[in-house]
């Protein structure tokens, strides 16, 4: 089954950038979604298909894949971005969607 | 956006059956473009996917819940859904129930058949114990 890997954690200063990476194997030619799950609420779409913003999420978030690794960044880091970010594709080898293991991006 | 909003029992036993449903609010259920889906999520883990069904009722599964999961959409009610049999305590989870859109044109050559999901519900919390 299709794998995607992150890192478990990633820190950060605030007005500094932060890329969170998912890992997989040809991940750049997948449509990859990422999410924003902030303590105790719904994950919220931030990216979709690699690089695109969904309406009202700051221009701030971007997306890029290519080969085996997909990248949010997160530029000019705010203590408000302080979350869980999990990356998710659908796999067309096996038909089934998949997530990454989340990264948890600490705003020091 | 439409809201949705999960709504079940929050504790369930072992071995019974875990019925949960979806109601759509501020938009149809029935729309073209739009599918349906649940997502599950175990204390400080990562989401999994459980299934996402289309109005008309065509559904996909995860292959490795397949023959314990039903996904089922009532139009009349502007709802959707699930029901995970023989349950144990691996299955205490967060539900939650989101709107999943439709492939970029980008990835139809890639053989991609859904997008991302967005809205999502603000889950519920099922815990399986006795």
Request: aromatic share 10%; glycine share 10%; net charge negative.
């Amino acid at each position: 089954s299709y794998v995607l890997t992150q890192p478990p954690s990633v820190s950060v200063a605030p007005g500094q950038a932060a890329r969170i990476t998912c890992e997989g194997k040809n991940i750049g030619d997948k449509g990859v979604h990422w999410y924003q799950q902030k303590p105790g609420q719904a994950p919220v779409l931030v990216i979709h298909f690699g690089g695109d913003r969904p309406s009202g999420i700051p221009e701030r978030f971007s997306g890029f894949n290519s080969g085996n690794t997909a990248t949010l960044t997160i530029s000019r880091v705010e203590a408000e971005d302080e979350a869980d970010y999990y990356c998710h594709i659908w796999d067309s080898d096996s038909d089934v969607q998949v997530f990454g293991g989340g990264t948890k991006l600490a705003v020091l | 956006q439409p809201q949705l909003q999960e709504s079940g029992p929050g504790l369930v036993k072992p071995s019974e059956t875990l019925s949960l449903t979806c109601t759509v609010s501020s938009g149809s259920i029935i729309n073209t473009t739009y599918y349906w889906g649940w997502i599950r999520q175990p204390p400080g883990k990562a989401p999994e996917w459980l299934g996402t069904i289309y109005y008309s009722g065509s559904i996909y599964h995860n292959p490795s819940l397949k023959s314990r999961v039903s996904i089922s959409v009532d139009t009349s009610k502007n709802q959707f859904s699930l029901k995970l049999t023989s349950v144990t305590a691996a299955d205490t989870a967060v539900y939650y129930c989101a709107r999943q859109g439709p492939p970029s044109e980008r990835f139809l050559w890639f053989g991609e058949l859904l997008g991302s999901f967005d809205p999502w519900g603000q889950g519920t919390l099922v815990t399986v114990s006795s």
